[in-house]
Every structure is written in structure tokens, then in C-alpha cells.
């Protein structure tokens, strides 16, 4: 998972091959953890169209060291797409 670089604060800088701009690593991973990041997002998508490119990086850091956890809650992914839609909305 990557998001927009803009300085040495957005973490560490890489290049994708294909993609134009600096982009900053979020997160890495293999196996079933990337199944259950796609079908995060897919529902976030879905509730909120394109609202979840409003969600600062700490949702995302957040978000992805729930997605770490080997009994990680879907519980705990709804409280903290919760806290952070209600910040968008205000």
C-alpha cells in the first residue's frame, strides 16, 4: 500500500515502475493479510465512494497495524473507519 510523497515526513520514498511521482510505503505484505486489506477496502469503497482518499495517513497506519494482528477484529476496522468518517463529515 502506498500514498503520495511530498517530503522526508511521508516516510520512505519509492518509485513503481509505470507510475509518475514520488509515492511513500505504508505497508507490505503477502498472503492472507493482502485478502483482507483488498476486502477492507472494497467496503470502505463502497460505503463511501471515493471519501476514503480523505482519510489522513494515520488512518491508514492505523488501519494496517490492525490488519498485522493474527486475530485482528473486524470490530476494531469499524470503530476506526467510524472515528475517522465522523472527522471527514464534520
Do not use: C, H
Amino acid at each position: 500500500m502506498v500514498r503520495g510523497w511530498k517530503s522526508e515526513t511521508d516516510g520512505e520514498l519509492i518509485l513503481l515502475p509505470g507510475v509518475d511521482g514520488k509515492l511513500a510505503l505504508v505497508f507490505s505484505t503477502n498472503g492472507n493479510k493482502v485478502k483482507k486489506l483488498d476486502g477492507i477496502i472494497k467496503k470502505l469503497t463502497k460505503s463511501v465512494s471515493n471519501g476514503i482518499f480523505l482519510f489522513p495517513a494515520l488512518f491508514w497506519y492505523r488501519l494496517t497495524s490492525i490488519i498485522q494482528f493474527r486475530n485482528s477484529k473486524q470490530t476494531l476496522v469499524n470503530g476506526l473507519y467510524n472515528l475517522y468518517a465522523e472527522k471527514i463529515n464534520e
